[in-house]
């Protein structure tokens, strides 16, 4: 089934992480640093993530052949010239890391979608809210592979390559994203070097959930502190969304230590204590990339000198 090789850009939770398991608002943008698609050109390639890449394919066919005869997944999926392109070794070949909360599965689901699905939805224009929530439904499904649970947003968003903001399980549309390249201010990535697994941080947040008293620090701070950041940050008022970062970040850092890696719990609170940037999760935490908040990029860099940044957008 040869057809043009088409790339899926990753994707970035700037806000929801968490609270959104318990229906807060949620913003995910695209994020078009990393990329993924399937092909078979294994020029210049790493033979060992080649095979790896291919034998995960071959994993994930199966998984999808039984969902398909189970019923379970309701689309016209050619799963017979997916295994056959496999067994020719085709691959996923990605530059986006895995286990960094970047969306690494949520692409590979979208490409595999796009690729083999005869009855697939398409968007040439503004996509309605009913064949959006059509979609993550099935990506739902697909990507419950690779999680063991999945809502199916990170595909979604890596689908559609369109900001997205998600409030509760059924309300999930496309916004308008001003991103600007003039303010001091800017939101960044800092690389921890460190891959984690997204499951074993999500059951520790369930096993804490069913305290009562942490449960009502999720639902009276945490998450109304995302809620404000998000409204703050589609509406450009800068103050009020440093404000709220400033609680989210702090609440982050007293509820949920076991998600930030040991070596940057200094790093985090030198921004609390001195108000110069504010960080946060990026997804799960426990690795990957930690997202940072400051009114003055250029001071913030110095700041965090020796650290590996990358700027998001400017605000």
Request: glycine share 8%.
């Amino acid at each position: 089934m040869k057809q043009k090789e088409q790339s899926f850009n990753s994707k970035i939770l700037l806000f929801g992480e968490y609270s959104i398991i318990q229906d807060s608002m949620g913003l995910t943008l695209p994020y078009t640093e990393f990329k993924g698609k399937l092909t078979f050109d294994k020029n210049e390639q790493n033979e060992k993530f080649v095979s790896e890449s291919n034998e995960h394919l071959s994993d994930f066919a199966q998984y999808l052949q039984t969902l398909l005869g189970n019923k379970q997944l309701d689309i016209l999926f050619d799963i017979d010239a997916f295994k056959q392109d496999i067994e020719q070794g085709m691959y996923f070949q990605s530059s986006i890391p895995q286990g960094f909360g970047v969306g690494s599965s949520g692409a590979l689901v979208a490409a595999v979608y796009e690729k083999y699905t005869k009855n697939k939805i398409s968007f040439e224009t503004t996509p309605k809210k009913k064949d959006i929530l059509q979609l993550k439904q099935i990506f739902a499904k697909m990507e419950s592979y690779f999680h063991g649970n999945s809502s199916g947003v990170d595909p979604l968003i890596c689908y559609l390559n369109l900001p997205l903001l998600i409030n509760g399980k059924n309300g999930v549309e496309p916004v308008h994203v001003e991103l600007n390249n003039e303010g001091k201010g800017a939101i960044f990535l800092i690389d921890t070097g460190i891959s984690r697994s997204t499951e074993p941080l999500v059951k520790y947040y369930m096993q804490k959930m069913e305290e009562p008293t942490f449960r009502e620090f999720v639902d009276k701070q945490l998450k109304p502190f995302a809620n404000n950041c998000i409204q703050a940050f589609l509406e450009g008022d800068k103050e009020t969304l440093f404000a709220y970062m400033k609680l989210l970040s702090n609440f982050q850092f007293e509820h949920f230590r076991p998600m930030i890696p040991k070596l940057f719990n200094k790093m985090w609170k030198r921004g609390l204590d001195s108000g110069e940037y504010y960080l946060k999760l990026c997804g799960a935490g426990g690795g990957g990339f930690i997202l940072g908040f400051t009114k003055n990029y250029e001071h913030t860099k110095k700041q965090l000198k020796g650290q590996t940044l990358e700027l998001l957008c400017s605000i």
